[in-house]
């Protein structure tokens, strides 16, 4: 009750001002009124009696300030009239207001953005239930039954098994088309915590080969290939040539393990299967702690297990085996390889908000330094402090949430922009959305903001400049224009260090752009191409096939070869293989030799220009039944024979009986990225196709090689003769070898190109501050120069004495932000190729850049300086 | 004349909430009333009275009401709500409990 008329009373007092003011006054001048009476009564003439009554009232102003000061929403008035005063200065200075806003939207928008996504990918708890406890094993078992193994194994943690972006051919009524599955084990919703929307999960009697033709959609599938088809429960889907049946469509949220992933098939169980059980297929395991169970139990039996299923193996595995497994937290190890990459963007971002705020800064500084007398003159009218305080609040809080709307907008605009700027496999991108959460981030980087740019102003105004209305000219204390100057010094510094880090990616692009990936990528033109049973039954069928689409597309114009290999060179994927080395025999128990290898026609090297070095290319005659051939690589022959000839010698791979024989030795080409192989890999292999057809379950995925005079024309061309020509054949990813190249370093290109668009906005800033700075200084010291023209300084001693003192700030500000870049750019390391992170070229370009944009900045306001006309500033005042 | 006692904030406070107890008063009748019941001891300044009796009213422990005075001419008239009834019987009992504090320790000291 009384604080329901409480609220009234403060209502009315916001809103019925003049009323009360009405009231007020009234109210006194009956005081006045009653206090004349009493002193006529006491015999006072009129006039004495009025003078007397307001000699003994006292000031009738201050009396009714005061009592309105108690109507307790002083502040609000206040606030109200000072946003009011704010708006009026800020349209008397269009050019200042438009620039903090702009500079503030910039830094707030960049950093906002970044810090969300980076809170989506690397902090956000998964969208599970109890996400923290969800782990998986690193560098641990894999495959089909050695995960099988440890789900029945292990005792602190449940565990199951998927294995990601299986693409399989989806026949629809019209057309085949290519969808990604990820086979699962039937444990795998109760490990992750989930529930289809509609139907049910796969049963435990569904891993069972026979009964494993049963699918579960994504709702995004449903709704595209399905056309959200109501009764899609029960009906038949044909995958790969199989019918499955639909049981189950999850959530629009489920995005397990990718948000790519169409459809979930269970895992097939064939004990008889001694390959599919053991050999392919890197079924990956992910678990959930049993209750009461932690992480380091997980760890502390991952060993014991590991040697358990090592020995279930049919074949001897090395000793070694999973030995270096780690139980990690799921979220961890999927945000294991953006984490530096993210870290480095948002620091990069959080750089670019402190160099604007430090802009933004300088801004207010040297305003603040205009209105001096302003503030003065008002100090001097009666105006207390904190009330001034109170006004420049109400400025910066105006040019704030100006800044911050725009920088809102702009940070949406980008966060739609990033998931197309990162690389296409950064995790959880799909749930980053503009939501409260960038809100927060916004909120939090706005208080952060306004202490660093608005404090500066502000304190100088508590120390008090009330001599500023006696002082002639308005000129700037020592301390203001060191302060000024220490901000110029750390913009400088931290856009040299965002200066370096932009370098040392691009540095690492250049590298990269310069590899010689030994093929020549400008005339090929690549595509997938799969098919299933009806096409595949044989081997022979299949080779059949291939040559048939060969055939066919020779006969298109332009078309000039057309050659097969499993995997085009740096498209990414994985293909190893375990196999014994002619002379290099190794101790049972010790890990075999990995090679890697392409499976390829007889006119693939040629197509791609890749050398010979020794020995013959393959042949025709290289067929199923003649004797097994391979090539091998350049420096493989060297680091297994270096001082006599390769050819003649014998591999043999692990998984089969038969042995193969080196015929040649090709150029080093990089197969599976322009860094190399991974770590692990000692060698590479190639293998004619017709030996080895890699055909899984009597179907096949291989990448045509097709060189064209007119690669650009061809894709379109390629699809429309295949989709007519061959039915039951799938194709995708059709694009040139050069698309390939350039996707594969599309992680160093977005962090290059993110860190140089901070890094030149950062250098922007940092240059319009020193202007800025520069101009300011020396409008101040108008007269001064003055003097000095007339005393006959030449032009360059002046524009010296105009900036020295920045270009002296800058200097050092940029000696920092090298040392800092110095000290820092290890967590870069991870992302270079081809430098070292204290690359010398980086090091030494990015200040030089700086400076001389800094020296540049300075001179136009330092040559306008000079030109001054000593008379007409000396007549001045 | 003497000179008027500084009177603390919360004393004005409980003297006006005590002197418009009983029937409401406008401003001049209070500060009067003050005057006479304390012998002239007690000269409430304009310059706290309105300040005070605003305060008191933005705190809906007093309402204000206009209407004629004896004299003829408009005033606000002060009263005391229920709730100024409640802070009235508060600030008594403070004010007993520290006049006798103060008393004991004038006497026995």
Redesign the interface.
């Known amino acids: ?2 604080l329901l ?2 609220l009234r ?2 209502f009315q ?1 916001l809103f019925r001002r003049e009323a009360l003011d009405s ?2 006054s ?3 001048a ?2 006045l ?3 004349k ?1 009493e002193l006529l009564a006491q015999g006072m003439t009129d006039a004495q009696a009025t003078a007397a009554a307001r000699r003994a ?2 000031p009738v102003s ?3 300030e ?7 929403v002083s502040w609000l008035e206040d606030l109200i009239a000072d946003t009011r005063i704010a708006f009026r200065s800020f349209a008397h200075a269009p050019t200042f207001f438009l620039i903090a806003v702009l500079t503030l939207a910039l830094g707030l928008g960049t950093n906002t953005a970044l810090f969300s996504t980076a809170y989506t990918v690397l902090f956000r708890p998964l969208p599970y239930p109890s996400p923290e406890r969800l782990v998986t094993v690193e560098e641990g078992v894999g495959g089909v039954r050695p995960v099988i193994s440890l789900r029945e194994l292990a005792h602190s943690v449940d565990y199951a098994g998927y294995l990601p972006n299986n693409d399989l051919n989806l026949q629809l009524a019209t057309e085949s088309t290519r969808a990604r599955a990820a086979v699962v084990t039937a444990n795998l919703a109760a490990v992750l915590g989930v529930a289809p929307a509609r139907g049910r999960w796969f049963t435990s009697a569904e891993e069972r080969s026979g009964q494993h033709r049963v699918t579960i959609l994504s709702h995004r599938v449903w709704r595209d290939r399905f056309n959200a088809d109501p009764a899609i429960l029960g009906r038949r889907v044909v995958l790969n040539e199989e019918p499955f049946e639909v049981v189950g469509l999850m959530p629009p949220s489920f995005a397990f393990p990718t948000p790519t992933t169409d459809l979930w098939i269970p895992i097939r169980i064939d004990p008889r299967d001694v390959g599919h059980m053991w050999g392919s297929g890197n079924l990956t395991p992910i678990g959930r702690l049993r209750p009461g169970a932690t992480l380091a139990a997980a760890q502390a039996e991952l060993p014991a297990l590991n040697n358990r299923i090592r020995d279930q193996f049919p074949w001897r595995m090395p000793d070694a085996y999973a030995s270096g497994a780690r139980a990690v937290p799921y979220a961890e190890s999927l945000a294991h390889d953006i984490r530096p990459k993210l870290f480095a963007l948002s620091a990069a971002a959080l750089f670019l908000l402190l160099i604007a705020c430090g802009n933004v800064a300088n801004l207010l500084l040297s305003r603040a330094v205009r209105r001096d007398r302003e503030f003065a003159m008002r100090a001097a009218l009666g105006a207390r402090r904190g009330r001034l305080l109170r006004q420049l609040l109400a400025e910066n809080l105006v040019l704030l949430s100006a800044g911050s709307a725009l920088g809102l907008l702009f940070a949406a605009l980008l966060l739609a922009a990033l998931p197309r700027l990162l690389p296409k496999d950064t995790p959880r991108l799909h749930e980053l959305t503009a939501d409260p959460t960038l809100l927060s981030f916004t909120a939090v980087s706005m208080v952060v903001t306004l202490v660093l740019f608005g404090t500066a102003p502000m304190l100088r105004l508590w120390r008090g400049r009330s001599d500023a209305l006696a002082g002639r000219s308005l000129t700037a204390s020592r301390s203001t224009v060191r302060l000024s100057l220490g901000l110029i010094g750390v913009q400088l510094g931290l856009a040299t260090l965002l200066l370096v880090a932009a370098s040392l990616m691009g540095r690492t692009l250049y590298q990269l752009a310069s590899v010689e990936s030994g093929v020549n990528p400008t005339s090929i033109v690549t595509m997938k191409l799969s098919a299933g049973l009806s096409r595949c039954a044989t081997s022979e069928r299949c080779l059949a096939l291939l040559e048939d689409v060969s055939q066919r597309l020779l006969a298109l114009p332009s078309i000039r070869s057309v050659n097969w290999a499993n995997y085009a060179p740096l498209d990414k994927e994985f293909s190893a293989t375990a196999v014994d080395i002619e002379d290099h025999p190794k101790p049972a128990g010790a890990p075999a030799f990995v090679l890697w290898q392409t499976t390829i026609t007889p006119g693939y090297f040629s197509a791609l220009a890749i050398p010979l070095r020794a020995g013959r290319w393959f042949t025709a005659a290289d067929r199923r039944g003649a004797p097994e051939v391979i090539v091998i690589s350049e420096s493989t022959a060297k680091r297994f024979w270096p001082n006599e000839s390769a050819l003649g010698k014998r591999i043999r791979p692990l998984s089969n009986q038969a042995t193969r024989t080196v015929v040649g030795v090709v150029a080093d080409v990089a197969q599976y990225s322009l860094t190399g192989f991974p770590h692990w890999v000692d060698g590479a292999q190639y293998v004619p196709l017709a030996q080895s057809l890699p055909r899984v379950a009597q179907s096949i995925e291989l990448t045509a090689l097709v060189e064209s005079t007119q690669p650009q024309l061809v894709p379109a061309a390629l699809a429309a003769t295949l989709r007519q020509d061959f039915s039951g054949v799938t194709l995708s990813r059709l694009q040139t070898l050069g698309q390939t190249r350039s996707d594969s370093v599309a992680d160093q290109r977005s962090t290059a190109l993110l860190l140089a668009t901070f890094a030149a906005l950062g250098l922007l800033l940092g240059v319009v501050g020193v202007y800025g700075v520069i101009s300011h200084r020396a409008a101040q010291r108008t007269r001064e120069i003055g003097i000095h023209i007339a005393l006959g300084a030449s032009a360059a001693r002046v524009i010296t004495l105009v900036i020295h003192e920045t270009l002296f700030a800058s200097l050092v500000g940029c000696a920092a932000g090298v040392a800092a870049a110095f000290a820092l750019s290890h967590l870069l390391a991870s992302l270079l190729f081809g430098i070292t992170n204290h690359d010398p070229v980086a090091f030494v370009t990015a200040p030089v850049a700086l400076l001389l944009a800094a020296l540049l900045a300075a001179l136009l306001p330092g040559l306008r300086a000079s030109r001054v006309d000593p008379a007409l500033t000396l007549r001045q005042e | 004349m003497s000179k008027p006692s500084d009177l603390i904030q919360g004393t004005l406070d409980l003297l006006i909430l005590k002197t418009i107890s009983t029937t409401p008063l406008h401003g001049w009748a209070i500060a009067k009333r003050i005057q006479q019941i304390s012998n002239d001891v007690l000269l409430v300044q304009q310059g706290s009275l309105y300040p005070a009796l605003h305060r008191l009213e933005q705190q809906a422990w007093i309402t204000s009401e206009t209407k004629p005075s004896d004299s003829g001419r408009i005033a606000k008239f002060y009263a005391l709500s229920p709730a100024g009834r409640e802070q009235l019987a508060k600030e008594l009992g403070q004010w007993d409990r520290l006049s006798a504090a103060i008393a004991l320790v004038l006497k026995h000291a």
């Open positions: 009750m009384l008329s409480r009373l403060r007092s009231q007020l009234q109210e006194l009956f005081h009124a009653e206090l009476a009232f006292g201050s009396i009714s005061q009592s309105r000061d108690h109507r307790s």
